[in-house]
């Protein structure tokens, strides 16, 4: 029998998680009436405490459960033949992890805490089953999977048609918006990732992503002090996206 690879969490029995949480518009929860909210309740059978640089799940293990993201920060990443980390995705609280392991029954890559995170853990076969009972429930969930297309295509854009500071802006704003979505404000905050992260991310080497920070410093576009960012103009980096659109 093969043993999980998953390192050690801290489980904490809950009842009222969804109930009482203030991401419930940005999670399962929007949507569902009180009644529909307490039987996801039911559904949700534990929250786990994930150090930094813990795993939550490591690519190949078997799908069991999707993780709500109640406190913290993630990256996913897969490794590639020759070895090196290639940086997938970026989740914040309110976001879905796992998705990944839903079509072939096993994890796809690996999902590792970007600071000490909470999670709430939705065994999924219990979840299917509930989504065939509350209407709303599934529709919301497949809400959330449209949303991981829609990220995987804007990234692809990314990839295959922007320059190097048109990448920078667009991530830059699209944290942002995420940040805004949480109540926090739009134009500071502080970013969990590692520059060597965002450019594997991006597509980019380390200097690059670097060399393009302190343009956009030369050009009053944001402040930078090693991982804190303060957007100071907000228009600009949007002209550099509407740029490449024309």
Same mark, same amino acid.
């Given at each position: 029998?093969?043993?999980?690879? @998953?390192?050690?969490?801290?489980?904490?029995?809950? #009842?009222?998680? %969804?109930?009482? %949480?203030?991401?419930?518009?940005? %999670?399962?929860?929007?949507?569902?009436?009180?009644?529909?909210?307490?039987?996801?309740?039911?559904?949700?059978?534990?929250?786990? #405490?994930?150090?930094?640089?813990?795993?939550?799940?490591?690519? &190949?293990?078997?799908?069991?459960?999707?993780?709500?993201?109640?406190?913290?920060?993630?990256? !996913?990443?897969?490794?590639?033949?020759?070895?090196?980390?290639?940086?997938?995705?970026? $989740?914040? !609280?309110?976001?879905?992890?796992?998705?990944? &392991?839903?079509?072939?029954? =096993? =994890?796809?890559?690996?999902?590792?805490?970007?600071?000490?995170?909470?999670? %709430?853990?939705?065994?999924?076969?219990?979840?299917?089953?509930?989504?065939? $009972?509350?209407?709303?429930?599934?529709?919301?969930?497949? #809400?959330?999977?449209?949303?991981?297309?829609?990220?995987?295509?804007?990234?692809?854009?990314?990839?295959?048609?922007?320059?190097?500071?048109?990448?920078? *802006?667009?991530?830059?704003?699209?944290?942002? $918006?995420?940040?805004?979505?949480?109540?926090?404000?739009?134009?500071?905050?502080?970013?969990?990732? !590692?520059?060597?992260?965002?450019?594997?991310?991006?597509?980019?080497?380390?200097?690059?992503?670097?060399?393009?920070?302190?343009?956009?410093?030369?050009?009053?576009?944001? *402040?930078?002090?090693?991982?804190?960012?303060?957007?100071?103009?907000?228009?600009?980096? #949007?002209?550099?996206?509407?740029?490449?659109? @024309?």
């Amino acid at each position: 029998m093969q043993m999980k690879s @998953v390192i050690p969490v801290t489980t904490l029995e809950i #009842k009222t998680a %969804c109930s009482q %949480c203030n991401l419930r518009e940005l %999670c399962l929860p929007f949507g569902l009436d009180p009644n529909e909210v307490d039987q996801l309740d039911e559904l949700v059978g534990s929250r786990r #405490k994930i150090k930094r640089q813990q795993h939550l799940y490591r690519s &190949g293990d078997t799908f069991e459960a999707i993780y709500a993201i109640r406190a913290g920060s993630f990256k !996913t990443d897969v490794i590639l033949e020759d070895g090196r980390d290639q940086v997938t995705g970026f $989740q914040m !609280t309110g976001e879905v992890l796992g998705l990944d &392991g839903i079509s072939t029954e =096993h =994890h796809s890559c690996n999902a590792i805490a970007l600071e000490d995170s909470e999670v %709430c853990v939705i065994p999924f076969g219990r979840l299917e089953e509930l989504s065939r $009972q509350v209407e709303s429930l599934q529709h919301q969930f497949h #809400k959330i999977m449209s949303r991981e297309i829609v990220r995987d295509h804007g990234v692809m854009m990314l990839l295959g048609s922007m320059r190097a500071e048109e990448r920078l *802006a667009a991530f830059l704003l699209n944290m942002s $918006q995420r940040f805004t979505a949480r109540g926090f404000s739009p134009s500071e905050f502080h970013l969990r990732m !590692t520059r060597d992260e965002i450019g594997s991310y991006l597509g980019l080497k380390l200097e690059t992503v670097s060399r393009a920070f302190s343009r956009f410093q030369e050009e009053g576009l944001v *402040a930078v002090q090693q991982k804190h960012i303060r957007i100071l103009d907000t228009p600009g980096l #949007k002209r550099l996206l509407n740029h490449h659109a @024309v």
